[in-house]
């Protein structure tokens, strides 16, 4: 790898901090009953925008040239990473365009443009919004940020791993969702590097797994984009991935899944138990957690990564609705 190290991370947590915010750890009774471990839930849905993407979005924005920022930035997203850069590159006073599939939920795209970017709906992949980016980039000399594989996104998700260190030093094992893997990767560098007996657990809905997958094959490969309640880590990791496939590869002790299912009682929980109210992306740790599929957590962090759902879809998986998101969307 060599190519990050803890030092970036550093740097950006100074770059960053007064333009997010630090959120809070917040210990969970009822899971740490559960799993016999002392579980606290690190509350990223709290975050400026709704998700830590605009850690990673602002680093990014605040680290281009003189030249970069006059061109203005365009990227493509499932919406959260999206809703962080508009909103760092609004901060920043730098034109901003998103281009997002089909597949984007029409609330996500409705708080982009609220932020003042210019949006264009594309195709029914991320990988067909990508072309509309890829023209922007030649014919306008646009800078684009991808959401996960580039180092100041990635610097900037990892400064997550030095507040959980910060916030709890007695930290044992960290629970990150993941889908392109720029949180997880940021943030197992982050807290690998300070100690290396941090254990570091990623988890991805089982429908459309790519980093999983491209895992166990041992190379980037593409899996089907299904819709899924953790619509936030939708899309694949790129088969030329350049940083996150080998830094996941490196860094990651675990991969692990669960189903759709498993998700709705994790959002169900987080509102009744936890008082919270979160995404599917973000529920994912608690959803390992009340599945049984992690042992001995110990003293044990969930990056509850997002709060940004649909509040209708959000009402029906409170109210107990077996929910299929597949045959919603026909
Ligand atoms: C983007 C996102 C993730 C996954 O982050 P990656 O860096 O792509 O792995 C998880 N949760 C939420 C809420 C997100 O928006």
Not at 65 to 79: H, K, L, N, P
Not at 205 to 225: L, R, T, Y
Request: contains cysteine.
């Amino acid at each position: 790898m060599g190519l990050l190290t803890l030092d970036d991370i550093e740097k950006a947590q100074q770059t960053i901090h007064s333009a997010i915010q630090k959120t809070p750890i917040m210990p969970s009774a009822i899971l740490s009953h559960i799993t016999e471990g002392n579980v606290s839930l690190k509350l990223e849905n709290l975050q400026t925008t709704g998700s830590f993407k605009l850690r990673g979005a602002t680093n990014a924005v605040l680290s281009l040239s003189a030249e970069q920022r006059s061109a203005g930035i365009v990227g493509v997203s499932t919406g959260n990473h999206g809703r962080g850069l508009a909103y760092a590159a609004k901060n920043a006073n730098v034109k901003c365009v998103i281009c997002m599939s089909e597949l984007v939920p029409e609330n996500k795209v409705q708080a982009i443009k609220a932020q003042g970017a210019d949006v264009r709906i594309v195709g029914r992949s991320q990988d067909e919004a990508q072309i509309e980016v890829d023209r922007l980039v030649n014919e306008k000399k646009m800078t684009t940020l991808p959401p996960f594989d580039h180092p100041d996104i990635i610097a900037g998700q990892g400064t997550l791993g030095l507040e959980i260190v910060e916030q709890l030093p007695e930290v044992q094992t960290v629970l990150v969702p993941v889908s392109g893997g720029g949180l997880i990767s940021g943030t197992a560098l982050a807290l690998k590097t300070i100690n290396p007996d941090i254990r570091i657990i990623g988890v991805s809905m089982e429908k459309g797994a790519a980093m999983f997958e491209s895992q166990k094959a041992g190379k980037p490969v593409q899996v089907p984009e299904t819709p899924t309640l953790a619509d936030s880590l939708g899309g694949g990791i790129g088969l030329a991935n350049e940083y996150t496939f080998q830094m996941v590869k490196d860094l990651v002790d675990e991969l692990i899944v669960v189903n759709e299912a498993e998700i709705a009682q994790a959002i169900h929980h987080a509102y009744w138990e936890e008082k919270l109210v979160i995404e599917g992306a973000g529920s994912v740790g608690i959803a390992a957690l009340l599945s049984g599929k992690v042992s001995s957590p110990g003293h044990c962090v969930l990056v509850i990564s997002g709060s940004n759902i649909d509040m209708k879809l959000h009402k029906r998986i409170i109210d107990g609705e077996n929910v299929n998101v597949a045959l919603d969307q026909g």
